[in-house]
Every structure is written in C-alpha cells, then in structure tokens.
C-alpha cells in the first residue's frame, strides 16, 4: 500500500491530476490520496467507503462513463449559473426600480413570476442530466 500511495504523490507532486482505481483494503489510503479515488463496488467495503467513485458493474468502462457525466454535470452548472446571474443582472435591477426614470418598469407580480421561471429554467435543465444517455 505505501507503494501504492507514494506512487500518487510523485505524480501529483509533477502537477498531474491522480486518479487511482482499486478494489482492496490495500488500496484505500491511495484511494484517499488520489485527486479521484475510484472502487469497484465488488471489492473490500473500506474501499468502497474512502472512494469517490464506486463502479456498480464489473469492468472498466463505468470510468469513461462517469468521466463523461462529471463533464456533463459541470456543463450544465456553468448553465445554470449563467442563466442565474443572466437573471439577477438584468430582471432584479429591473423589479427594484433602477429604471423607472428611463421608462423601464416591472410590476411586482411579474417579477415574481419571472423569478418563479427563472428557477423553473435551472431546475428542469439539472434534470436534463437523468436522461442524457452516457453510453
């Protein structure tokens, strides 16, 4: 195992992002270590507990898998934070106020249910990720 987590910090030390795969109780404090620490579900339940990632099926090619949906969770945040702040730049200025002077006015219930479909727009494009297929 100290091989193992030494092995780790070398390549973290070089500036790598370290993913380390393991099934045993040997592999838990490189598990730890790593930057990703992935189990396979079928190995020693410490492993299974310190790692990141659990593979439910045997194999490797969950680890493709769930690189792609981490890719595609993280798009669909930067989304979702893009439309939020979207919202409170433009709507929220807007619904205080700020533009009376120029004409530009909102009334409170419409900004309420501009804000309603604000966060209806961020919820309903989180759930697009229950039905991407990552095969």
């Known amino acids: ?29 490189a598990l730890v270590a790593a930057d990703v620490g992935i189990a396979v579900a079928r190995g020693a339940n410490l492993a299974t507990e310190v790692a990141d990632i659990v593979l439910l099926k045997p194999g490797l090619r969950g680890i493709s898998r ?28 807007i619904a205080a106020g700020c533009f009376v002077s120029v004409g530009i006015e909102i009334q409170p219930r419409m900004a309420a249910g501009a804000m309603a479909c604000s966060s209806l ?11 991407i297929a990552i095969a």
């Open 121 to 131: 727009i961020v919820v309903f494009n989180s759930l697009r990720l229950r039905v």
């Open 66 to 93: 769930a690189i792609r949906l981490s890719n595609r969770t993280r798009n669909i945040i930067l989304q979702n934070i893009f439309w939020a702040f979207l919202y409170n730049v433009t709507l929220i200025p």
């Open 1 to 29: 195992p100290e091989d193992k987590v030494k092995l780790v910090r070398e390549k973290q030390s070089t500036g790598n992002v370290v993913v380390m795969v393991g099934d045993g109780v040997n592999d838990a404090i």
